[in-house]
């Protein structure tokens, strides 16, 4: 099975600021690596896909990079909205795998 | 308006069995891979299982393999999971959502605990 390891755990933030949360794969994936958020009592919601693709109404300040084993999620500029959960999810073979979560707090 | 509405989750004793089910409207489900995704409280996200739209071909996490069951009628919509053997492990939030490995849209999710 594939092992998705992401990091930080977890890590506080302002509004405004730039913050990269980055995913490894414990072997090569590809570009098949989406990124997910979630908010407390909801359903994750698909950010992007493919590695860099923007899903669909989701703001540009997010962005997606990587390849191989190593992805990043980059938020530009913290909004209220964003200080959330997020995490990285492998497309590439099943068992399809998430990494652990990373959960961004208000500093 | 894509809607996928999850229904069958509640407390079941270990050994149990239960029925999930998500119904499923504003997209031609019949061309559309669907996939359980669960998560114990607290904790992360799992995949579960997914199927395939014509319903031919099911994959299933080694955690539920020979005792869960998906299945769906594209008659109806529906997408269901059938879970036999239930263990206390199996305590989570069950989400259904549209796509194979990718997942564009969820339920809201239904709560499975498994619990004497």
């Known amino acids: 099975d594939i092992q998705m390891t992401q990091s930080p755990s977890s890590l506080s933030a302002s509004v405004g600021d730039r913050v990269t949360i980055t995913c490894r794969a414990s072997?090569?994936?590809?570009?098949?690596l989406n990124w997910y958020q979630q908010k407390p009592g909801k359903a994750p919601k698909l950010l992007i896909y493919?590695?860099?693709s923007l899903q669909r109404g989701v703001p540009s300040r997010f962005s997606g990079s990587g390849s191989g084993t190593d992805f990043n999620l980059t938020i530009s500029s913290l909004q209220p909205e964003d200080f959330t959960t997020y995490y990285c999810?492998?497309?590439?073979?099943?068992?399809?795998?998430f990494g652990g979560g990373t959960k961004v707090e208000i500093k | 308006e894509v809607q996928l509405l999850e229904s069958g989750g509640g407390l079941v004793q270990p050994g149990g069995s239960l029925r999930l089910s998500c119904a499923a409207s504003?997209?031609?489900?019949?061309?559309?891979?669907m996939t359980w995704v669960r998560q114990a409280p607290g904790k992360g996200l799992e995949w579960v299982s997914f199927?395939?739209?014509?319903?031919?071909?099911?994959y299933y996490a080694d955690s539920v393999k020979g005792r869960f069951t998906i299945s769906r009628d594209n008659s109806k919509n529906t997408l269901d999971l059938h879970m036999n053997g239930l263990r206390a492990e199996d305590t989570a939030e069950y989400y259904c959502?549209?796509?194979?490995?990718?997942?564009?849209?969820w339920g809201q999710g239904t709560l499975v605990t498994v619990s004497s």
């Open positions: 072997q090569s994936i590809s570009s098949f």
């Open positions: 493919g590695t860099l």
């Open positions: 504003g997209f031609t489900f019949a061309n559309s891979a």
């Open positions: 959502a549209k796509g194979a490995k990718t997942w564009d849209y």
């Open positions: 199927i395939t739209g014509s319903g031919g071909s099911t």
């Open positions: 999810q492998q497309s590439y073979i099943t068992p399809l795998t």
